[in-house]
């Protein structure tokens, strides 16, 4: 089964960066579209990012131009690069699949103060 770990948040004020990880277990992770999701209390998941196998990247409309997603498939590792954040992008952000769903990791916090 595929298991997936997120890390790298923390807290930082506005304007401030963070890098965050996604490890995956498997061998299937370099042959699968994958994604970074968010949730904010009392809000629902949402996407933020996917990125193809070949490298093609999509994002929320709410990030473009701030955060990047990229992947090392040798690493079985993917990544976002989040820039000028903002209070809005306090949440709990996981990676998972984008066409299908594994089990949830435990997520990695950000906290962006004003």
């Known amino acids: 089964q595929v298991q997936l770990v997120e890390s790298g948040g923390g807290l930082v004020q506005a304007g401030g960066s963070l890098r965050l990880s996604c490890a995956a277990s498997g061998s299937i992770f370099s042959h699968n579209i994958m994604g970074w999701y968010r949730q904010a209390p009392g809000k629902q998941r949402e996407l933020v990012a996917h990125?193809?196998?070949?490298?093609?990247?999509n994002y929320a409309d709410s990030v473009k131009g701030r955060f990047t997603i990229s992947r090392d498939n040798a690493k079985n590792t993917m990544y976002l690069q989040m820039n000028s954040l903002k209070p809005e992008d306090t949440a709990v952000y996981y990676c998972n699949f984008y066409n299908y769903k594994v089990p949830w990791g435990q997520g990695t916090q950000v906290t962006v103060s004003s």
């Open positions: 990125i193809t196998s070949a490298g093609f990247t």
